[in-house]
């Protein structure tokens, strides 16, 4: 009997729908099939299938059945689909007798993808593309998501990889050669160094891409920033035309910060409306303003909004990534220059939504970014902190060839050939179950 779990998860949405997919992996997929549906169906086809309970022999369903063989499968193990009517009752009953079935257990989050990877059907930055693909809320993301799916991110790594263990293997022939004596003809021939150098330089610059990708995964952050009553949550509330901020005359309503998702030609805009910068006793006001500050520190952009009905303040912090904004440009007394806007009457609002999506395609809609997580970033930077070491030209050919490895290893990393367990259980933990 082998021992790997046969696992299954709904891989549709939760909740009553026309139909409801379960998924199955694992080397049970057959005789299961074989118990549920009367004989297993032909592969890669959907065939209907009255279902019964193994046990029982209770009808469950009338459903389209796939089976899929592996190892040309998304887990590369034996596989199997089951489309039932989406009834709760119809799902809860056939998970029940799966769940009864030998060696068959329910998947836990990300499951399906993980065997994938442990099995080499995808690289693990293959299978972040395809979270990201799943977390993908406008095209941009969409499309960084697919290239990384893709193997881009995988493909250059392993080149980059290759090209280090070339050098690897030129510093070992080195050492294996001072060990037979020769120590005095051994010297690391300037090639190598040299290779090394170009290596190092062409992962420094894709290094230095303004964290592009990681930005477009996570959202072009626009703080709106101001007084307290300055029209933060109203405008908030206008832009992106949902009702997501609490609006009060009370100074100080919004304590904490509320945070917006919203799609501007494609490309994600996370808008955050903040507490009101102002002097407080109030402690939990006071902790909303820290985070304020914390939150426009690292702003994509801050709007600096002033209320045209009240005096002019003191000019922006940090002018590169501030857009001054007028609002209640209703009460004005006389004509405002630059950006002006009224949530109440809808003024300059298609305006100002412009200059966001303008500053937003400048900086995280331009060229495709390689690198879209933290994660790739630390390991490419390790690999180039090694090179750096190795370049400059460490006495000893045996510490040379130590700085090889690591920056091989650092490589490894980011496709998951190294360590990849813990990588693992790190990227999953985010996945949905069925996946
Ligand atoms: P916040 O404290 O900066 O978030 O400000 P709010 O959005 O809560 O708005 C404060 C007050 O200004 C509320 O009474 C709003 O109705 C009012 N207000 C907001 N935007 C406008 C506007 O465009 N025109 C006018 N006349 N009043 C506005």
């Known amino acids: 009997m082998e021992s790997t779990p046969t696992l299954f998860a709904p891989a549709s949405g939760f909740g009553r ?43 469950l369903d009338r459903a389209l059945v796939a089976w899929l063989p592996g190892p040309a499968t998304y887990t590369g193990e034996d596989m199997a689909e089951l489309h039932l009517h989406g009834g709760l009752a119809v799902r809860a009953g056939v998970i029940r007798a799966l769940a009864a079935f030998p060696g068959c257990r329910a998947a836990e989050p990300g499951a399906f993808t993980r065997r994938a990877v442990l099995n080499g059907r995808l690289d693990l930055t293959e299978a972040e593309g395809i979270g ?27 080149a980059w990889r290759a090209r280090a263990i070339d050098c690897l293997a030129g510093a070992e022939a080195v050492l294996d050669f001072s060990d037979e004596g020769d120590v005095d003809d051994a010297g ?170 303008a500053r937003a395609r400048a900086e995280i809609g331009g060229a495709d970014a390689l690198i879209t997580r933290e994660r790739h970033r630390a390991a490419l930077a390790r690999c180039v902190a090694s090179l750096d070491r190795v370049v400059a030209g460490a006495p000893l050919p045996e510490l040379v060839a130590e700085d090889l490895r690591l920056a091989v290893r650092a490589l490894g990393e980011v496709g998951g050939h190294v360590g990849v367990e813990e990588m693992l259980d790190r990227l999953f933990a985010g996945f949905c179950i069925g996946k």
């Open 17 to 59: 729908a026309a139909i409801a997919v379960l998924r199955l992996t694992g080397p049970a997929c057959g005789p299961l099939l074989a118990a549920l549906a009367s004989g297993c169906p032909p592969p890669r086809r959907l065939s209907l299938r009255t279902l019964r309970d193994p046990g029982s022999g209770e009808i």
């Open 132 to 158: 990201d693909l799943i977390d993908a809320e406008t095209e941009a993301q969409r499309r960084q998501a697919l290239r990384q799916l893709d193997g881009t991110l995988a493909r250059q790594v392993a």
């Open 188 to 357: 690391l021939d300037g090639a190598l160094l040299t290779r090394a150098a170009a290596l190092r330089d062409e992962i420094a610059a894709a290094l230095r891409d303004d964290r592009r990708g990681e930005r477009l995964r996570e959202g072009f952050c626009v703080v709106l920033a101001g007084a307290p009553n300055a029209g933060k949550s109203t405008l908030l509330n206008a832009l992106s035309r949902r009702d997501a901020a609490i609006v009060s005359d009370l100074p100080g309503t919004t304590r904490d910060m509320i945070e917006v998702r919203c799609d501007l030609g494609g490309l994600p805009v996370v808008l955050v409306d903040t507490a009101g910068l102002r002097e407080t006793e109030d402690r939990i006001e006071a902790e909303g303003i820290r985070r304020t500050r914390a939150r426009m520190a690292s702003a994509d952009l801050v709007l600096r909004l002033i209320p045209a009905d009240a005096p002019a303040v003191a000019g922006p912090d940090c002018p590169e990534r501030t857009l001054a904004v007028t609002t209640k440009a209703d009460l004005a007394a006389k004509p405002v220059a630059g950006l002006c806007v009224s949530a109440l009457s809808g003024e300059g609002l298609d305006r100002l939504l412009d200059a966001i999506e």
